[in-house]
Every structure is written in C-alpha cells, then in structure tokens.
C-alpha cells in the first residue's frame, strides 16, 4: 500500500461524493466529467499534510510556487471542452501533480501533458504510478511549443496563464480543435479558440486566477 492510500479509506468515499453533489450544485451538468473526477483520487495528488483538505474546492499549494488547480475549475473547462463532442487527442500544459491529466484520461484514451519544473514532472509521474494510471504520456518541455511531435491534437487545455495568446499552440490545433486558455496578466480571461472552417474563433469566457505560464525548464 502506498502512503497516498493510506489513512484516508472510506472517509475519502464519503468526502469525495460530498465534493460531486457539491460540483453539481454549483452548475457542472455534464454527467461524464463528475464521472471523471469521481474516478480520481485527489488526495494521492496533493502533498501529505494536506490530504485531509483534498475534497475542497480550492487550489491548494504543490511546492515550487505551483497549485493543483480548484476541482471546479477543472471541471468547468473540461465541461467546456467536451460540450457536443469527444476530447479526441488531448495535450495539457502544465501538468503540475498530474491531477487534471488522470482527470482527462478517463474521458479520452489519448492524454499528453508537459511540464516545466522537473521535479513536479517526477512527482506527477508517481502520482499517476500510484493509481495506477499509465495512458497520460507526461513530456518534460516549455509548453509555449506545444507537443510538435504529437500534433496536432483536437484539444488543448492550458493549466497557467499565458501573457499573451500562445500562437505556437494555435497552430497545433487539429480541424474542429478546441483550445482553453487563460490569458493576462493581473486580470485573467478564460479564453476558448476553435479551428472552424472559416478560421480561428475566439470566445472570451469568465475572469480566472492562475499561475503564469512561464518561459524555459526549471
Ligand atoms: N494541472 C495541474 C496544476 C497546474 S499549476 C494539476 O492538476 O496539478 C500550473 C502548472 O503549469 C505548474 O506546474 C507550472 O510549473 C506549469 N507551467 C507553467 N508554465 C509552463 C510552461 N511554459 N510549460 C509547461 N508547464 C508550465
């Protein structure tokens, strides 16, 4: 048994089924995506002293500056994402603990996320090894560039705020692609674009608090 199952046993159960009726509460319609979160532990992500805090709806912190973002949050732009459609091939940038990945690849076989900090790329690694999730193929990369090798994907979800719009990423967006991102600074806009045939559409959604997406490796 690994630490991350120990201790919390069936009051994760109940806890984790208040935090659905709890998303639900607050608009998350799509069955499929509170299936999703359902499916995944949050408190193997978090770091151990904040385990008994898993089931909040609130960002907590995963060292380095990062945080594993608001399971709302998750599931808005995930709900978002999947409105009339399948994820398809999906890239995230900023896979931080690896909890929104393990959250995507129960809606989609295909999941790539990368990650700038090395050591929170090993740490999602095991974290995903621990609940025994093994489709998310993390890459250690600036996700400024996208996945060039893998593109191009039919979504992308951007987990930090880009300054500006990340054209790189545009530009891996399949046919009919959908892509979130917040974009600012200070002020944070939740951005949609969709590759239509006419070109790119952009949707300006709500304000959002995000980490910015930062430039080179750690
Ligand atoms: N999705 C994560 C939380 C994201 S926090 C989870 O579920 O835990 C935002 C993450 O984006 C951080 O880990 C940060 O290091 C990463 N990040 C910021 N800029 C990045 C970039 N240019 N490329 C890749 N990752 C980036």
Redesign the pocket.
């Known amino acids: 048994m690994t630490r991350a199952h120990s201790g919390l046993g069936m009051t994760s159960q109940r806890t984790r089924a208040r935090m659905i009726e709890r998303l639900r509460a607050e608009g998350i319609r799509d069955e499929r995506v509170l299936a999703a979160i359902a499916a995944v532990p949050r408190h193997v992500?978090v770091e151990e002293a904040l385990a008994s805090r898993a089931y909040e709806d609130s960002a907590l912190p995963?060292g380095?500056s990062?945080?594993?973002?608001q399971p709302f949050i998750?599931a808005r732009m995930i709900e978002i994402l999947l409105a009339g459609r399948a994820l398809g091939k999906t890239l995230?940038?900023?896979?931080?603990?690896?909890?929104?990945?393990?959250?995507l690849a129960q809606l989609t076989p295909e999941v790539y996320?990368?990650?700038?900090?090395e050591p929170?790329l090993a740490r999602?690694k095991l974290n995903l090894r621990n609940i025994q999730e093994f489709r998310v193929r993390l890459k250690y990369?600036?996700?400024?560039f996208g996945l060039p090798e893998a593109a191009p994907f039919d979504t992308i979800i951007v987990?930090?705020a880009a300054a500006s719009v990340p054209q790189g990423l545009l530009q891996q967006l399949a046919p009919g692609g959908r892509m979130l991102v917040p974009v600012g600074t200070g002020e944070q806009t939740l951005s949609l674009f969709e590759r239509k045939p006419e070109g790119i559409v952009e949707t300006r959604l709500n304000s959002v608090r995000?980490?910015?997406?930062?430039?080179?490796l750690?």
């Open positions: 992500f995963l380095f990062q945080t594993i973002s998750v995230e940038i900023g896979a931080g603990s690896g909890y929104q990945a393990a959250v996320a990368v990650e700038r900090i929170l999602a990369a600036d996700g400024h987990a930090a995000f980490v910015p997406l930062l430039s080179g750690e």
